[in-house]
């Protein structure tokens, strides 16, 4: 062993998140040699203040700072470690634990590599730059101290332990450094077994970030073992396997029999990982889960595991680590065509992926986003890398094949949610709303079933759920509506009209409605108002309009009501009830935009078809009022004002004086007097 010379303050170890497993590993090297070390992960606790801590630590102590990529990102701790270090005119004692290019301040320093040696000489070369390549002038530190509280120490990052059949490494995996570490904390915290279930939706990256870790870690392991667990009745013979390599049953033995010895063995055993990898239903894994020192990882599209584990959310990329994937994957493009690229993939990773793949087979960025807003599943069908099994489109596709087996309901309300809009929709607020015997209606019946198809969905990750509402990932919503039948989209189109009917806040004027108007407005102007067939249907997106324009937003009414209008005039005809209620709104909001020859055109028309139903029909005599307002913001104040008089008295005998109609038209005829003998514009 090499001789060390014990003096001074503590080792401070600088390292990045991502190379924890190298701390560790250095840390106890020196605390088996009898330096005092300092570690954030051992000796920091709750409530402490982080970058006071640094501080002190860096006053105080020596430094040894772990050289490696992440090491040198601008963004980290390490660099205000290193700076504060260079400013102070302190020595930094570095070596490199991955292959790297230090910063040109920090070139000149001898910076030696503790990779791609064995275990024994990566000790060596630590313990020679911490204490120097001399021979110690007093006695070194007994070696063995911790060794004889139980502790065995580390193994050196990267060295994969005897029992092994994880998956291979995946040479382009990119960032997760957070995830890694909160991981690692969360296992490593406990003293029994500790079970962590990574979830998120599919493509997310689960299994990578578990295996990634698994070979980050696997110092730390004596075994590890790997079990594909999607089919439950596999599980068992998988464990069987490993009970007989380890000697724990013999080869032949009878699964049943192999897995109960196994989990006896572990229960004596420490340092031992098992990865049970895409496993939905959290009740079959419970008579697997021995107990024991040992780490068990589970990956899964279903949350529901706080009964059996410590759920981790794994969520979609950040921007930068989108970025960063494309890249590793080979693609070559701007910033600005990655961001707007991870941007259109939600930066799900296998998206990202998938789309890397097509970048480096010849397909350009402009000619990528344009497929992608053309048919975006036809396009996450091709490109599927090597380390996935099926691209995003299959694994959509095959997901929602096993809702609409497990559960119609919630297949159909997926399906129709997949035409509004990417914002959480009140789905339980529709139970016993809907009227059509429709297996949507028979999942909605009451809260009770409506929950039950909402924990349904969210098992298969195909939305989150949240206070009573469902919101779709984006970029799953946009495969999922391409890849409906026409079939499929009209049934899927009169199940959304009956949701948004169902959820129907009520009479816009009244401000007890305003709070569920507002997080049903993005779904309203959402929906495609070709898929409308019901006047109900029509009605709640035209009073969404209303409610627009009461709120100060004619403008986008009037964009929102102009399709309308022009769809139904098509669909329905001029004459039609539908199409006349549009035009009456449509131009309320031409007139809250000071179009008010637009408004006076629709005014006009729809009062001669109106008239069909007689001059004193309650619908006639609106338009009529509506019309005589137009003229009168155009300036025509003699023609508003005859036409608001015959009006007037029409409304008072088939009406009342009170009704909200004549009111407005009395109104208006008092504004018309007080200006008579003011000159007509035209």
């Not at 630590?57 to 700076?83: H, I, V």
């Not at 584990?309 to 960063?324: G, H, I």
């Not at 799953?476 to 806040?505: F, K, M, N, S």
Request: hydrophobic share 45%; net charge negative.
């Amino acid at each position: 062993m090499v001789g060390v010379e014990v003096s001074g303050g503590a080792w401070f170890i600088s390292h990045a998140g991502a190379d924890r497993a190298w701390a560790e590993w250095a840390a106890w090297q020196l605390v088996d040699a009898g330096f005092p070390v300092e570690l954030d992960y051992w000796d920091w606790g709750a409530g402490d203040n982080f970058v006071l801590k640094m501080n002190a630590a860096l006053e105080r102590g020596r430094f040894l700072a772990l050289f490696s990529p992440a090491y040198f990102e601008p963004d980290r701790f390490t660099t205000p470690e290193w700076t504060a270090i260079v400013a102070m005119k302190e020595k930094i004692t570095p070596v490199r634990v991955a292959e790297v290019v230090a910063e040109p301040i920090l070139r000149p320093l001898i910076a030696p590599d503790l990779f791609g040696i064995g275990e024994e000489a990566a000790r060596r070369v630590l313990l020679e730059a911490v204490s120097g390549p001399r021979r110690p002038t007093v006695a070194p530190a007994f070696p063995g101290a911790l060794r004889q509280l139980g502790g065995s120490g580390p193994r050196l990052p990267g060295s994969l332990p005897r029992v092994w059949n994880l998956p291979a490494r995946n040479a382009s995996f990119t960032g997760r450094d957070t995830l890694l570490v909160r991981l690692r904390q969360n296992l490593a915290a406990n003293g029994r077994v500790a079970v962590q279930a990574l979830h998120g939706r599919g493509g997310v990256g689960k299994t990578q970030l578990a295996v990634e870790y698994a070979h980050r870690f696997a110092g730390e392991y004596e075994l590890a073992w790997w079990i594909a667990a999607e089919d439950p009745a596999l599980i068992p013979d998988q464990l069987a396997t490993l009970a007989t390599r380890i000697g724990a049953a013999p080869a032949g033995a009878p699964s049943a029999d192999a897995v109960e010895a196994l989990s006896g063995e572990l229960r004596t055993r420490s340092r031992w990982l098992l990865v049970f990898d895409n496993i939905e239903d959290p009740s079959v894994l419970a008579s697997y889960l021995p107990g024991g020192g040992g780490h068990v990882l589970i990956t899964s599209r279903s949350p529901h595991w706080k009964a059996h584990a410590t759920p981790l959310d794994v969520d979609v990329f950040s921007r930068a680590e989108s970025v960063a994937l494309l890249h590793a994957h080979g693609a070559v493009l701007s910033r600005t065509d990655a961001d707007r690229l991870a941007l259109a993939l939600d930066d799900l990773p296998l998206a990202l992926a998938q789309a890397a793949a097509l970048l480096t087979d010849g397909l350009s960025a402009a000619d990528l986003t344009a497929e992608l807003a053309r048919n975006t599943a036809e396009v996450l069908a091709e490109g599927c890398p090597a380390d996935y099994p099926v691209s995003l489109a299959a694994q959509v596709r095959l997901t929602t094949t096993h809702l609409a087996s497990d559960h119609p309901g919630a297949a159909a309300l997926i399906s129709a949610l997949s035409l509004l809009a990417p914002e959480p929709f009140p789905v339980t607020a529709c139970a016993g709303h809907l009227p059509d015997s429709t297996p949507l209606a028979d999942a909605l019946a009451t809260r009770l079933t409506g929950t039950t198809a909402v924990r349904a969905i969210t098992r298969h990750s195909l939305a989150r759920a949240q206070d009573g509402t469902v919101q779709l990932h984006r970029l799953t919503q946009t495969v999922l509506r391409d890849q409906l039948t026409h079939d499929q989209r009209e049934q899927a189109g009169r199940d959304a009209e009956a949701l948004l009917t169902a959820a129907d806040p009520g009479d816009v004027v009244l401000p007890s409605t305003w709070p569920t108007w507002r997080v049903l407005l993005p779904h309203l102007l959402a929906m495609d108002p070709a898929l409308s067939t019901s006047e109900a249907g029509r009605d709640v997106v035209r009073n969404a309009c209303w409610y627009l324009m009461d709120r100060g937003q004619a403008r986008t009414a009037r964009d929102r009501l102009q399709k309308l209008h022009h769809t139904w005039s098509r669909q329905l005809g001029p004459d039609h009830e539908g199409t006349l209620w549009t035009a009456q709104y449509l131009a309320r909001a031409h007139n809250d935009t000071q179009d008010h020859e637009g408004a006076r055109a629709l005014d006009e028309d729809t009062l001669r078809r109106r008239r069909l139903l007689g001059e004193d029909h309650p619908d006639t005599l609106g338009t009529a009022s509506n019309l005589a307002i137009d003229l009168a913001a155009l300036g025509l104040t003699a023609e508003a004002r005859d036409l608001g008089e015959d009006t007037l008295t029409r409304l008072r005998r088939v009406l009342d004086e009170n009704h909200p109609s004549t009111l407005t038209t009395v109104m208006l005829l008092e504004r018309l007097n007080a200006t008579r003998d003011e000159p007509d514009t035209e």
